[in-house]
C-alpha cells in the first residue's frame, strides 16, 4: 500500500469515520481535467453492511478484509473512505465513553484481541472524527439522557482528532411511525427555564449550536482540520421546485442549507441518492440548488448510491453520468463524490469496479495528483499535503 496515506476517525453517537487516502505525488499539473478531486467511498460498519463481514470472524480476518477494501479502492484511484467506526451508540476504537461495537466483536463491550492502526506506515497517519448525532441501539451509563437527547445542558462530545471531521444525515432521527423522540422533559426544563422557541425551532437551534460550537471549536484547537457534512438530499420539498421527499428541515430538525450558508463547513456532501432524469427528485436538480446556497464557496462533494445499480438495476452510466454532470459543475465548488457503499465496488457487482476504473483511470485523471484532494481558499495550509508525503524526491514537513 505503498500509495496509501489513511486516517482512522470517530464519531460521537453514530455512524462514520472519514478516513482519507493520499497518493504520493509531485507537483500539480492544472493541464490535465480535473487536477484535484475529492473521490471517497463510505465503508459501512452498521449491521455489518460492509465491513466486517461478520462480528464472528477473528480480528487478523477483520483486518485482512479491510486491506482487501483498501488496495481495492486504491487500484481504483480513490483517494478518500468515509468509514464507520460509531455505528450504534458503541464504538470501534477505544473509547472511554462508549462500548466495544457487537458489530465487531459479536458482543457489546467485548475487547478485540488485535487493534489496528489504518495507516500506511507511522509517518503517513491522518487521524480524523467523523460524528454522527442521535443513532444509537444503546446508552452509556454515565448520563443515557445527555448523549441521547438534544439540548441538554450536560451533553458533552468528547473528540479525538487530527486532520478531520465529518457529521453524516442523523441529527434527530429519522420519523418511526406511532413513535416519538423522547425529549419531552429536556424541553420543559428549557421552558421552564424561561425558553420561548417552539419544539421544532428548538431542535433545530440544538443541531446549529452544536454546528457552530463545533466547526469554531475546530478552527481554534486544529485549523488544519477539515469540517464536513453529508445531509439527506433534500432540504425542504420544493427547494428547487417540483422536488418531492422527506422534509428534513421539519422531520430531521437539521437546518443544512444554513449551515453551508453560513460557511460552518468546509464542504457538504448531500447524499444524492436518486438518479438524474425524475423531475421529483432529480440528481442534477438538486446538485445545482445545493450549488446555489453555496455563496461562502466551500467545496460541495455530492453523495452517490452505487449500490443502486444492483439493489435496483440502475445502469451503470447512470452512476457515470452523475460524476460528469459533478464535474461540470467545477466552477460551482463541485468538486468530488462519495459513494456508498464500498462493497460494491469491492466485489465488482455487475461492473461497477469497471465503471470506476474507467471514469477515474489514470488517462481522465492528472496522473501526478492521484491522491490529492482540493485545497481550501477560505482557510489555506502552509503545506497541503499530508504528514510525510514525498514529493518528487523530497518529503514534506508534516503539518
Known amino acids: 500500500m505503498d500509495y496509501f496515506h489513511i486516517a482512522a476517525t470517530c464519531s460521537m453517537i453514530g455512524y462514520l469515520c472519514l478516513l482519507t487516502i493520499v497518493a504520493v505525488t509531485s507537483a500539480e499539473d492544472d493541464s490535465v481535467f480535473p487536477a484535484r478531486e475529492f473521490r471517497g ?89 467523523t460524528l454522527n448525532y442521535t443513532r444509537g441501539s444503546t446508552l452509556t451509563e454515565r448520563d443515557p439522557e445527555a448523549v441521547v437527547r438534544p439540548g441538554s445542558r450536560l451533553i458533552t462530545w468528547p473528540i479525538a482528532f487530527r486532520d478531520g471531521v465529518h457529521i453524516d444525515d442523523y441529527f434527530y432521527p429519522y420519523p418511526v411511525s406511532g413513535e416519538t423522540f423522547p425529549d419531552s422533559d429536556t424541553y420543559r426544563a428549557y421552558t421552564d427555564g424561561g425558553g420561548t422557541l417552539p419544539l421544532g425551532d428548538w431542535r433545530r437551534h440544538n443541531v446549529d449550536t452544536l454546528i457552530q460550537r463545533l466547526a469554531n471549536g475546530i478552527r481554534n484547537v486544529k485549523s488544519y482540520v477539515k469540517f464536513g457534512i453529508s445531509p439527506f438530499g433534500i432540504w425542504k420539498p420544493g427547494h428547487p421546485s417540483g422536488i418531492v421527499g422527506l422534509n428534513s ?99 465488482g457487482t455487475r461492473g461497477i469496479d469497471g465503471l470506476f476504473g474507467k471514469v477515474y483511470s489514470h488517462r481522465r485523471l492528472c496522473h501526478k495528483c492521484l491522491g490529492l484532494i482540493p485545497p481550501r481558499q477560505w482557510r489555506p495550509l502552509k503545506f497541503d499535503t499530508p504528514m510525510g508525503i514525498s514529493r518528487g524526491h523530497r518529503t514534506l514537513p508534516g503539518r
Not at 464472528?56 to 483498501?70: M, Y
Not at 421539519?250 to 438518479?275: C, H, I, N
Not at 455563496?295 to 452523475?322: F, M, S, T
Request: charged share 20%.
Open 41 to 129: 467511498v463510505w465503508i459501512a460498519t452498521v449491521s455489518n453492511i460492509d465491513w466486517p463481514s461478520s462480528s464472528h470472524l477473528s480480528s487478523e480476518q477483520q483486518k485482512d478484509e479491510l486491506l482487501v477494501f483498501l488496495d481495492k479502492l486504491q487500484q481504483l484511484n480513490f483517494n478518500a473512505v468515509v468509514f464507520q467506526i460509531r455505528p450504534a451508540g458503541d464504538a470501534l476504537y477505544n473509547s472511554t465513553y462508549e462500548p466495544w461495537s457487537a458489530y465487531l466483536t459479536g458482543q457489546q463491550g467485548a475487547r478485540p484481541t488485535l487493534t489496528m492502526t489504518l495507516s500506511s506506515s507511522p509517518s503517513k497517519k491522518r487521524t480524523n472524527a
Open 249 to 347: 428541515y421539519t422531520e430531521l430538525y437539521g437546518d443544512s442549507r444554513k449551515w453551508f450558508q453560513e460557511g460552518w463547513a468546509d464542504y457538504l456532501a448531500p447524499q444524492l441518492y436518486w438518479k438524474i432524469d425524475p423531475p421529483s427528485q432529480s440528481y442534477t436538480a438538486l446538485l445545482d440548488w445545493w450549488a446555489d446556497q453555496n455563496n461562502q464557496r466551500h467545496h460541495l462533494y455530492a453523495g452517490n448510491y452505487v449500490g443502486r445499480v444492483q439493489l435496483q438495476n440502475w445502469p451503470l452510466w447512470e452512476i457515470e453520468n452523475q460524476i460528469a454532470e459533478s464535474r461540470k459543475r467545477r466552477d460551482r465548488c463541485s468538486l468530488g463524490n462519495i459513494q456508498f457503499s464500498a462493497k460494491y465496488i469491492r466485489d
